[in-house]
């Protein structure tokens, strides 16, 4: 009696198991997503086990936007999300909040759309250089000018036309006082010291 008993717990137990791996399974399966726009830039927003990417690809097809670089996002699918009439931008912010960065395009003409955002860039995630240092570019070379160069140097003074030369300054008057009459030259012719001859001293 006993034994049935636990038989008949540890069935009930295996089936209660069984019965939340398959409501596990099924709620897995389900998939839902919906997404609608009002023309003051609000919008509506439900999904469940969906990926960002199919949420963004869904707001480019209702919202008439070009969505670009959605397909560099990672991530599976999202247990659930939900906005209810919330600004455009703050939805688009918090899909976007595991990218490197985003970039709105407002609407123009040309939007089809209710979307107030005609293009949603995202930015592709950089990768930080090696070396840690950012590269360097050398512009276009610049040749020096060094002191003496033909166009540094002074151009001539040419006189204008119509107007005298300025007269050279006179010759100084001659001083009277300075004797300028040429001078005789006189050789200078050199002596030779006379040496005392035979028997006579240097007194002599």
């Given at each position: 009696m006993?034994?049935?008993?636990?038989?008949?717990?540890?069935a009930a137990l295996v089936s209660g198991i069984a019965a939340q791996d398959l409501l596990a399974q099924q709620d897995a399966s389900r998939r839902r997503l919906e997404i609608s726009f009002d023309l003051e830039g609000r919008v509506t927003l439900v999904a469940e086990n969906v990926t960002i990417r199919e949420v963004l690809a869904e707001w480019g097809r209702v919202g008439g936007s070009y969505v670009i670089n959605a397909?560099?996002?990672?991530?599976?699918?999202?247990?659930?999300?939900?906005?209810?009439?919330?600004?455009?931008?703050e939805v688009i912010d918090s899909l976007l909040r595991t990218?490197?960065?985003?970039?709105?395009?407002?609407?123009?003409?040309?939007?089809?759309?209710?979307?107030?955002?005609e293009?949603?860039?995202?930015?592709?995630?950089?990768?930080?250089?090696?070396?840690?240092?950012?590269?360097f570019s050398a512009g276009p070379a610049v040749?020096?000018?060094?002191?003496?160069?033909?166009?540094?140097?002074?151009?001539?003074?040419?006189?204008a036309v119509g107007v005298p030369s300025p007269e050279p300054p006179a010759a100084p008057a001659p001083n009277p006082a300075v004797n300028t009459t040429p001078g005789v030259f006189v050789p200078i012719?050199?002596?030779?010291?006379?040496?005392g001859g035979p028997g006579r001293g240097a007194g002599s």
């Open positions: 006993r034994g049935a008993i636990v038989a008949a717990g540890l397909e560099k996002l990672a991530g599976g699918p999202v247990p659930m999300l939900r906005f209810e009439n919330r600004p455009e931008r990218a490197a960065g985003y970039i709105l395009g407002p609407r123009t003409a040309r939007t089809a759309g209710p979307s107030l955002y293009t949603v860039m995202i930015l592709p995630t950089s990768s930080p250089l090696a070396s840690g240092a950012y590269p040749p020096l000018r060094t002191p003496g160069a033909p166009e540094e140097e002074i151009p001539p003074v040419v006189p012719v050199p002596v030779t010291p006379v040496t």
